[in-house]
C-alpha cells in the first residue's frame, strides 16, 4: 500500500510517497514559488537521480498534478500508477479547539477547517488549497489531516491562556495553540524509547530548531507547555520571525512608520529574527560562517537564540520538576554543534553537562545520537524528526479505523526494534567512512 503526504505552505508543497508494506521512503520532493513565473520542481526517488526542474504552477492544482505526474513518470519517478496511491495525508497547520487528533476530511471537517483561518490566515488557506487541489486529482480516495496543533492540546488552562479580557478567547478564541506538533509528538516517543521508560513515565524538553523554531515542555509522556502562541510568531528567535517581544513595540513602530497592520505583520513574521539582525540572510549556515569568520553581527545572532533557548530550558525545568532528557531536533538542532552548545552552556549545575567531543560528531541525521557526558544526570539527545512517518502512520490507521489520541495509540517507532531503513543505509556508509561516530549512537534501553 502506497500513502502520499502533503504539506502545503503558500507557495510550495512538500510531499513523501511511502510504501507501507515494506516500510519504506519511495521518494520524496517539493514544489517551490507556486503562483510565480519561476516554480519549480525537486524530487529525489529511491536508488535514482535527484531531478530538477522549472514547471509553471500558477495555483496548488497545478503544483499537486506535476507532483502526481512525477511520481509516475516512467524515467524519474517511484510508482507506476496513480492507482498505486490509496491515500493521502495533508498537513494542516491549525485545528483549534476542534480537532484534538487526526481526522479523515469530509465536507464538513473541510468547512470547519475553513472557520479556522482567521487563526492561521498566513498557512490555512494553503494547507486548505492543497487538500481540495489533491481532492480533485484523486477525488476516490481518503484524504486526512494532521494538525500541527493537535499534539498541544493536553496544555491546562493556565499554560495557554493570555492574560487579556476573558471574552477573547470565549468569543474568539484567542489562546495558545503551539506548533511543530507532529515533530514532538515523533521526538517524545522516540527519546521515550532511548530512556528504556514507557512514555507515561518520561519528561522532556525538546527544542525544535528550524527556520521555525519552537520548544516544548512534556510531562508524563504529554505536553503541559510550549513556546508558540496562537501563530508560530511567538517564542523563539526564528529565521525571519521575531519571537518574543514587549507587544507595545508593535502600535509605536506602526505610528513611525506609517504603517498598517498587514505591513506590521509582515515586518514581524519575514523581515525579523535573524534576518533582521543580519540584514542580509536568515540561514543558521550563514550565521555559523559568521561566527567562524568573526562577525559581531553574526555573533550577536548566535548569543540572542542560544541565550532565548537557554530561558526556556530553565523555565521548563521549573514546570516539569523532573527532567530525564534534553532533545534537540529540526535542521539546526540536527546539524549545528555551535548552537546546542550554547545553548546548554553553564546548566552543569543543574545535571544537564555536555560531552563537547559527542556534540561536535553529531552531524549526519542518519541516526539518534547522545551527546551528554557520561555523568550528566540528565541525557542530551539529538533524534533527527519524521514529521512525514507520523503523518503517514496516522493516515493508516484512520483507514483502518484503529487510530486514536496519542495516548490510547502505539506507533510502529515506539518499538525499540523499529529501524529506519532509509537512515539506516545512510548510517552504514557514514560508519564507514568515521567509526568514531559508533560512540555517539543512542541505542534503547
Known amino acids: 500500500m502506497v500513502i502520499l503526504t502533503l504539506n502545503c505552505g503558500s507557495s510550495s508543497a512538500k510531499f513523501q510517497v511511502y510504501d507501507w508494506s515494506q516500510q519504506t521512503v519511495l521518494g520524496t520532493g517539493m514544489v517551490e514559488r507556486i503562483g510565480q513565473p519561476n516554480s519549480r520542481i525537486e524530487f529525489s526517488a529511491k536508488d535514482k537521480e535527484e531531478y530538477e526542474a522549472q514547471k509553471p504552477c500558477p495555483t496548488h492544482i497545478e503544483a499537486i498534478r506535476l507532483i502526481m505526474d512525477t511520481i509516475v513518470d516512467p524515467k524519474l519517478g517511484c510508482i507506476s500508477s496513480m492507482d498505486e496511491v490509496k491515500a493521502v495525508g495533508h498537513r494542516m497547520l491549525h485545528g483549534g479547539e476542534k480537532f484534538k487528533k487526526s481526522v479523515l476530511i469530509d ?55 493570555y492574560a487579556l479580557p476573558y471574552d477573547w478567547y470565549t468569543k474568539y478564541n484567542i489562546r495558545r495553540y503551539g506548533f511543530h506538533g507532529t515533530s514532538f509528538l515523533y521526538t ?19 527544542a525544535h530548531i528550524g527556520n521555525g523554531a519552537s520548544m516544548c515542555a512534556v510531562k508524563n509522556g504529554v505536553c503541559v507547555d510550549t513556546s508558540m502562541g496562537l501563530t508560530p510568531l511567538e517564542g523563539l528567535m526564528m529565521g525571519t520571525r521575531c519571537g518574543d517581544i514587549d507587544p507595545a513595540i508593535v502600535p509605536i513602530m506602526m505610528e513611525r512608520l506609517g504603517c498598517n497592520a498587514k505591513e506590521m505583520d509582515a515586518v514581524l513574521n519575514k523581515s525579523s529574527g535573524v534576518l533582521g539582525i543580519s540584514g542580509k540572510y536568515s540561514d543558521r549556515r550563514d550565521v555559523q560562517a559568521g561566527v567562524d569568520a568573526g562577525d559581531e553581527r553574526a555573533e550577536l545572532i548566535l548569543a540572542m537564540e542560544t541565550y532565548r533557548i537557554k530561558k526556556y530550558i530553565g523555565s521548563y525545568m521549573a514546570a516539569l520538576g523532573r527532567v530525564d532528557a534534553i532533545v534537540f531536533t529540526a535542521g539546526v538542532g540536527e546539524m549545528n554543534p555551535t548552537y546546542r552548545a550554547g545553548s546548554v552552556s553553564g546548566l552543569e549545575g543543574f545535571g544537564i553537562k555536555l560531552d563537547p567531543e559527542k556534540n561536535r560528531l553529531s552531524r549526519l541525521r542518519a541516526a539518534e545520537t547522545v551527546i551528554s557526558a557520561d555523568d550528566s544526570a540528565v541525557k542530551i539527545f539529538v533524534i533527527p524528526t519524521d514529521e512525514e512517518l507520523v503523518m503517514t502512520e496516522d493516515t493508516y490507521a484512520l483507514m483502518q479505523g484503529t487510530y486514536d489520541v496519542h495516548t490510547n495509540f502505539t506507533y510502529s517507532f515506539q518499538s525499540k526494534d523499529y529501524v529506519n531503513k532509509d537512515r539506516m543505509r545512510k548510517l552504514e556508509a557514514k560508519l564507514a567512512e568515521n567509526p568514531q561516530l559508533e560512540r555517539i549512537i543512542a541505542k534503547p534501553q
Not at 110 to 120: A, D, S, V
Not at 189 to 205: C, F, S
Open 188 to 206: 517524545a516517543k522516540r527519546a521515550a524509547v532511548l530512556l528504556g521508560r514507557d512514555p507515561k513515565e518520561t519528561n522532556l524538553i525538546i
Open 107 to 161: 465536507e464538513k471537517t473541510l468547512n470547519e477547517f475553513k472557520g479556522l483561518i482567521p487563526l492561521g490566515p498566513l498557512h490555512m488557506p494553503a494547507n486548505i488549497q492543497g487538500v481540495e487541489a489533491a481532492q480533485k486529482v484523486l477525488p476516490n480516495i481518503p484524504h486526512c489531516a494532521v494538525m500541527d496543533t493537535a499534539w498541544h492540546q493536553t496544555m491546562e488552562p493556565s499554560a495557554f491562556m
